[in-house]
């Protein structure tokens, strides 16, 4: 397994489900201190303890909800409190959109769907820049999606704020690289989670056999490995890039 992020400190939101414990396994495996930050504590404590007893690694849980400013803030001092620094961090919390289709939406959907994935990626990139910009390095990923790229229907609002995550993404990057900070996002395609699965329930797997040119879902592994890509040093020169994981759904 290459050490490409050997002793490097990785903050994850959502870390406690999905793609954000894969990509927790994915940094701890190559020797990263891992902070897995989210909502579901029970959830959240049980990947710190198995990144613990797998891997031998420095991991620790801390309770999030990324709409509360204070609680994010609370996030990333605790994080470079207790790892001294914040080397790379990944904006991964995020829900389904509630609706079925814009004309039926509410205004509880669109609340609650840019408070979290839009709004919440907000809070977390202005608290880690901070943090970022005084150590003059850093790399920044947000979980975008396809549904950042391209419209999908039924997904009006989650797909709105999926492509002002990935506006937030490229202005960051172009106005901190010269700071020694680069900002990427990765754009998953339809993914084998908890949320996919509670969205679409038996509809799940015939709908991954028309989703893309490979005829199947991601394992939340193959998102957690762009993720690490993105975020090490074999990235170097990637800036402002919104990266399809998608099986080519956005490619036809
Ligand atoms: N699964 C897919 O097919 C897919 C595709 C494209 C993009 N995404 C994006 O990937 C990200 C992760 O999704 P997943 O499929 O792994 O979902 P998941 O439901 O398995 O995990 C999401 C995690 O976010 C946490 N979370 C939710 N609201 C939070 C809040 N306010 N504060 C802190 N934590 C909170 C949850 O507790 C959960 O652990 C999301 O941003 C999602 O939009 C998923």
Not at 1 to 27: E, H, P, W, Y
Not at 88 to 97: E, K, Q, S
Not at 231 to 237: E, N, P, R
């Amino acid at each position: 397994m290459s050490k490409i992020v050997d002793k490097k400190v990785a903050l994850l939101t959502g870390g406690a489900s999905g793609i954000g414990r894969a990509t927790a396994i994915a940094f701890a495996k190559r020797g990263a201190a891992v902070v897995i930050a989210d909502a579901d504590a029970k959830n959240g404590e049980a990947v710190a303890v198995d990144l613990r007893e797998r891997f031998g690694a420095h991991a620790l849980f801390i309770h999030v909800n990324v709409t509360d400013p204070a609680s994010v803030q609370n996030m990333v001092q605790t994080t470079v409190n207790q790892f001294g620094g914040l080397d790379y961090a990944f904006n991964n919390a995020g829900v389904p959109d509630g609706s079925t289709s814009l004309r039926v939406s509410t205004q509880g959907n669109w609340d609650r769907v840019m408070s979290v994935n839009l709004e919440g990626v907000w809070h977390c990139m202005k608290a880690e820049l901070d943090h970022m910009l005084a150590a003059e390095k850093g790399a920044i990923v947000n979980n975008a999606s396809r549904s950042g790229l391209v419209g999908v229907p039924g997904d009006a609002i989650y797909g709105a704020a999926k492509h002002g995550v990935i506006g937030l993404t490229k202005a960051a990057a172009v106005e901190f690289a010269s700071k020694g900070i680069r900002v990427n996002a990765v754009c998953p395609g339809l993914v084998d989670t908890a949320l996919t699965r509670a969205k679409f329930g038996d509809d799940l797997i015939p709908r991954s056999r028309l989703a893309n040119p490979l005829g199947r879902m991601a394992q939340a592994e193959e998102i957690a490995e762009a993720v690490v890509w993105l975020c090490s040093d074999a990235a170097s020169f990637v800036v402002g890039v919104a990266l399809p994981v998608d099986g080519g759904a956005t490619a036809r």
